[in-house]
């Protein structure tokens, strides 16, 4: 058997992870060959690879970032791309496909396998907000990163009496900011699931000052919304995905906070630096389990799922209820994040 491989839209710590367990269970196991599509669906389109063996992916496990490259590019971008695609495919006498990706890079291989390809999803996002499994690798990575930050910024904080707003990535979930802010003894934690009321933020900011406690942490997700009316914002601007390009709410809250309280605020903005560098031990096992999983299931012939952590067991779920909603955070989660806001 012949299997292609491909890492899509934003790059995450465990995917060389993923991508070198697949090839030394193929090769080594079942005796198949594994090629790499390079900028993710974009190779498949392009019929841009390179051979991948066992030999290739030597040190790859603690490697951070993607050897095949990334891209958000799928075959629905142009309007000969599902041929292209399918070509491609043929000339390399391919059965089975493995894509790893978040939302966007699973939900085009669940309709890439509706039109007939035989496709196998692997899961990965620092945001864990992929439906059907209780974690995506890269997800642990970016909270032990995030929460290092706000070790760090507590002591800045507490010598400057000051209010330090923490932003970390999270455009339609807060997993990583509840996480972290949990983890971190954050003040307050802002997440797209809640929106937040100004008022009352700052009066929780104020009660602390109150109680002879200047410095605060307050965690915000990238995705934190206003309720309507409590807070005038842009706009975001739109990319050539569709993608709402975020970033920079902490900096607009900080700004009306000091405004409101005459409390001194400052801002760090966590950005790409969560989703860079070399995984955890967690995500590495976790994405080892994910590409030993993946091609298995090539191999079995259980095309159109995608694998999944369910229960502490890797089981293999439909791509196309895998990517029906994203996952949020649980509001169990966030009542014992509620527990400690200020």
Same mark, same amino acid.
């Given at each position: 058997?012949?299997?292609?491989?491909?890492?899509?839209?934003?790059?995450?710590?465990?995917?060389?992870?993923?991508?070198?367990?697949?090839?030394?269970?193929?090769?080594?196991?079942?005796?198949?060959?594994?090629?790499?599509?390079?900028?993710?669906?974009?190779?498949?389109?392009?019929?841009?690879?390179?051979?991948?063996?066992?030999?290739?992916?030597?040190?790859?496990?603690?490697?951070?970032?993607?050897?095949?490259?990334?891209?958000?590019?799928?075959?629905?971008?142009?309007?000969?791309?599902?041929?292209?695609?399918?070509?491609?495919?043929?000339?390399?006498?391919?059965? $089975?496909?493995? @894509?790893?990706?978040?939302? #966007?890079? =699973?939900?085009? %291989?669940?309709?890439?396998? /509706?039109?007939?390809?035989?496709?196998?999803?692997?899961?990965?996002?620092?945001?864990?907000?992929?439906?059907?499994?209780?974690?995506?690798?890269?997800?642990?990575?970016?909270?032990?990163?995030?929460?290092?930050?706000?070790?760090?910024?507590?002591?800045?904080?507490?010598?400057?009496?000051?209010?330090?707003?923490?932003?970390?990535?999270?455009?339609?979930?807060?997993?990583?900011?509840?996480?972290?802010?949990?983890?971190?003894?954050?003040?307050?934690?802002?997440?797209?699931?809640?929106?937040?009321?100004?008022?009352?933020?700052?009066?929780?900011?104020?009660?602390?000052?109150?109680?002879?406690?200047?410095?605060?942490?307050?965690?915000? $997700?990238?995705? @934190?919304?206003?309720?309507? #009316?409590? =807070?005038?914002? %842009?706009?975001?601007?739109? /990319?050539?995905?569709?993608?709402?390009?975020?970033?920079?709410?902490?900096?607009?809250?900080?700004?009306?906070?000091?405004?409101?309280?005459?409390?001194?605020?400052?801002?760090?903005?966590?950005?790409?630096?969560?989703?860079?560098?070399?995984?955890?031990?967690?995500?590495?096992?976790?994405?080892?389990?994910?590409?030993?999983?993946?091609?298995?299931?090539?191999?079995?012939?259980?095309?159109?799922?995608?694998?999944?952590?369910?229960?502490?067991?890797?089981?293999?779920?439909?791509?196309?209820?895998?990517?029906?909603?994203?996952?949020?955070?649980?509001?169990?989660?966030?009542?014992?994040?509620?527990?400690?806001?200020?």
């Amino acid at each position: 058997m012949r299997v292609g491989i491909l890492t899509g839209g934003g790059d995450c710590p465990g995917l060389n992870a993923v991508i070198r367990a697949v090839v030394r269970k193929a090769e080594r196991h079942y005796g198949h060959r594994v090629i790499g599509f390079l900028d993710g669906w974009r190779g498949v389109v392009e019929d841009d690879w390179r051979e991948l063996d066992v030999e290739s992916c030597r040190g790859l496990l603690p490697r951070g970032g993607t050897v095949l490259g990334t891209s958000r590019h799928t075959p629905f971008n142009l309007p000969d791309g599902m041929s292209r695609a399918a070509d491609t495919m043929r000339r390399h006498d391919l059965e $089975a496909l493995i @894509a790893i990706g978040g939302e #966007g890079t =699973l939900s085009c %291989a669940a309709e890439v396998s /509706d039109s007939g390809f035989n496709v196998i999803g692997v899961p990965k996002t620092i945001d864990n907000d992929v439906g059907f499994t209780e974690r995506t690798f890269g997800f642990d990575t970016a909270v032990a990163v995030a929460t290092e930050a706000i070790d760090r910024l507590h002591t800045t904080a507490e010598s400057h009496a000051r209010v330090m707003f923490v932003e970390v990535m999270g455009r339609h979930v807060g997993h990583i900011a509840t996480w972290a802010g949990i983890a971190g003894g954050a003040t307050y934690t802002l997440v797209p699931e809640e929106p937040f009321d100004l008022d009352e933020l700052c009066a929780a900011l104020l009660r602390r000052k109150a109680r002879g406690r200047y410095a605060s942490i307050v965690v915000v $997700a990238e995705g @934190a919304k206003p309720r309507p #009316g409590s =807070l005038e914002i %842009a706009e975001p601007q739109v /990319d050539a995905y569709g993608h709402e390009r975020l970033g920079g709410i902490a900096s607009v809250i900080a700004q009306e906070v000091e405004r409101r309280t005459e409390l001194e605020t400052r801002v760090t903005i966590l950005g790409h630096v969560q989703r860079g560098g070399s995984p955890t031990p967690f995500d590495r096992v976790l994405a080892t389990r994910f590409g030993v999983a993946a091609i298995d299931a090539a191999h079995a012939r259980d095309f159109g799922m995608m694998v999944a952590l369910r229960g502490g067991a890797i089981e293999l779920v439909a791509l196309r209820e895998a990517t029906a909603s994203l996952k949020p955070v649980s509001p169990e989660l966030l009542e014992v994040a509620h527990a400690f806001f200020a």
